[in-house]
């Protein structure tokens, strides 16, 4: 054994260990929420009784569904066969392991797929390691070897590309990175000097990709991969600390920590993720936020979360595959008993929040633990940002339970790919930029003759107010459009407990520009002389445009968008105008445009002021705030 690492001797030693086994079985007994965690295990491993192993199956060019599909099973079959004593368990369990191990590869062209079987693969060896016979142990050992860990010092692949996670800056050097860990650390008495090497490449790597997170905890793909990436690096300092006793400080990097309190604040009232970027508007249950509430000792964490658990578990009870709940074994190892006594207080969260970074948010919100409060959101960033939209400048509302102004969110890859669109290409003028969810047609944002934002733009925060009569935000997109327009903002604010104002400012640049403004709805549209009237639901909404005045509404239906390989926006419709202005128009031309919910107020404080008047700048803020004993 390596005298630089010291290895716990015994298995299991991945997560959990003989000891926390026993403790875990008195705690079912003691627990009602352990108990229903493993009451939906136990029942999905009688499910997978009756499955096949995992079969060598593409989709597309990713073989990633079957390692998912590989990685529930595993996982979840390994811990109740732990817990149980129960031998169905673990004898299919160790069936699966030899069926993958006979894989002719695990796809390493796209290495996720071999991090998430790397992955199945360690925690089945390790949690069974005591019912598994030697030559089966030779056998699975061998599979993660050559097959997972392996490819990746490749030297002929990096020259292809396949090995750029290594040093990645996204979600994929999260995944990469902890498959790896996870399966020398499985095989660390027979591979001490390969554990050490795969060890050291990550932790010296890993600080790249935690840039995702500084300064506040905003993940800079957004909340979908936030889930993604953040699960797998959360399961590798849990492994390095279970097995080694130390975690490198890959839970150190500034904002990763806060990145649970992110996730919260990207979650309307509606229980629905803010779906910018490459990410979906559905939440389920988050078993990442077991390990962030038991790190923090902070149970507020998982207010929402157990809020939903009873519905979500019985939903997955009866599905076939859901692979947001591949991890779900892993909840039951990180929940605290003693967080059930804490529960019932108030979510230490603000009602309004922003964070900065590389994909800039900001959150306003009229009260937490409401499904019918207002929650606005609206983004920043660049296009040029890992699976990033032409979407700078887009926002969503919610008012009493709706969510009225809508993200399209991502198509999925899939459906891209095999129709031959080159989708990964993020220069401008690329086809990536055409599909319609991605490009700045498909999102409710400002577009200056029709032309996409730039991708090398980069729109930031440059106003934020989280009190007074009108909480509010600015964005400044200048660079986002800077060959159209020498200056844009866009100004958002809450006022009351349901209105909603919308101020965008342009000042002309060498040319004539027509400005085409939009923003997305699911609702039924009525349109009349004094307002658009949105209804969903048995609620109404009224969107008043208060500056230009006369302005031409267009509705158009985008349920079926343009291009054939566009997936389709049910009951989804864009509402738009457009202005136009002079080249070198003198002064700041603006369109201010008020939502207002059933509840909301008409007075608007701020809808005659521009938006650099609306609060002092946010530099200028945080001084103040820094020179105050």
């Known amino acids: 054994m390596s005298p630089g690492l010291q290895f716990s001797p015994h298995h299991p030693r991945l997560i959990i260990s003989r000891a926390q086994i026993e403790e875990l079985k008195k705690q079912i007994e003691t627990d009602p929420i352990s108990k229903r965690l493993f009451e939906t295990l136990e029942r999905k491993a009688e499910q997978f009784l009756k499955t096949d192993p995992v079969a060598y199956k593409f989709d597309g060019r990713r073989l990633l569904k079957q390692s998912r599909h590989c990685l529930e099973h595993l996982s979840i079959l390994s811990l109740v066969a732990l817990l149980t004593g129960d031998s169905r368990y673990s004898d299919r369990a160790i069936l699966e392991m030899e069926a993958v191990a006979e894989f002719p590869d695990w796809n390493p062209a796209h290495y996720l797929d071999v991090a998430e079987m790397t992955l199945a693969l360690a925690l089945g060896y ?105 699960s797998f690096q959360v399961v590798l300092i849990d492994i390095l600390k279970s097995a080694l006793g130390n975690e490198y400080g890959l839970a150190d990097f500034p904002g990763f920590l806060e990145s649970g309190k992110y996730i919260l604040q990207m979650t309307g009232p509606s229980g629905k993720y803010y779906n910018y970027a490459d990410g979906r508007s559905t939440r389920s249950m988050e078993a990442t936020l077991f390990w962030f509430a038991r790190r923090l000792n902070d149970p507020s964490l998982l207010q929402a979360d157990l809020a939903i ?3 979500f578990l019985a939903a997955y009870e009866q599905e076939d595959f859901n692979d947001h709940y591949r991890l779900l074994a892993l909840s039951l190892l990180w929940w605290k008993p003693e967080f059930t006594a804490r529960l019932s207080g108030q979510r230490n969260l603000p009602l309004h929040w922003m964070a900065a970074g590389g994909n800039p948010v900001s959150v306003h919100r009229s009260a937490w633990n409401d499904k019918n409060a207002v929650f606005v959101a609206i983004k920043g960033g ?35 790919e095999s129709a031959g669109v080159d989708l990964w290409n993020m220069v401008d003028g690329s086809q990536r930029w055409e599909v319609f969810r991605i490009g700045t047609q498909g999102h409710g944002v400002l577009s200056f003759n029709g032309a996409q934002q730039l991708t090398k733009g980069n729109a930031s925060i440059v106003r934020f107010q989280e009190n007074g009569a009108a909480p509010h935000t600015v964005i400044d997109l200048t660079s986002i459009y800077e060959d159209q327009a020498t200056r844009v903002w866009r100004g958002i604010a809450l006022s009351g407990e349901g209105t909603m104002l919308l101020q965008d400012e342009w000042t002309a640049g060498n040319a004539a520009v027509t400005v085409r403004w939009k923003i997305i709805t699911e609702a039924e549209i009525t349109l009349d002389d004094a307002a658009i009237t949105l209804s ?46 002079d080249a070198h128009q003198s002064g700041t031309v603006r369109i201010t445009a008020a939502l207002v919910g059933e509840k909301g107020q008409e007075t608007m404080p701020l809808a005659t002021k521009r938006l650099e008047d609306w609060s002092p700048p946010l530099m200028q803020r945080q001084a103040e705030i820094t020179k105050k004993p």
């Open 126 to 230: 390790d949690w069974l390691f005591d019912k598994i016979t030697e030559s089966q142990r030779q056998k699975i050992a061998k599979a993660i070897l050559d097959k997972g860990i392996a490819p990746s010092f490749d030297e002929v692949a990096r020259e292809k590309w396949w090995l750029w996670w290594i040093t990645g800056t996204n979600n994929w050097a999260q995944v990469c990175h902890a498959g790896m860990v996870a399966g020398t650390l499985a095989l660390a008495e027979d591979e001490p000097e390969l554990a050490e090497r795969v060890i050291k490449r990550a932790v010296e790597n890993m600080p790249r990709a935690a840039e995702a997170y500084a300064p506040d905890g905003a993940y800079a793909e957004g909340p979908t991969y936030w889930h993604y990436g953040t």
């Open 536 to 581: 969903q639901a048995g609620k109404q909404l009224r969107l008043q445009v208060l500056e230009p005045a006369g302005v031409k509404i267009e509705i158009i239906d985008i349920s079926k968008p343009p291009l054939p390989y566009d997936a389709e926006n049910p009951h989804a419709h864009i509402i738009a105008f457009e202005c136009r202005t």
């Open 309 to 311: 658990m009873d519905k």
């Open 382 to 416: 660049s296009p040029s940002s890992s699976h990033a939209h032409k979407d700078a400048g887009s926002f969503i509302l919610e008012a009493g339970g709706v969510r009225w102004i809508v993200d399209p969110g991502m198509q999925e890859y899939h459906t891209l």
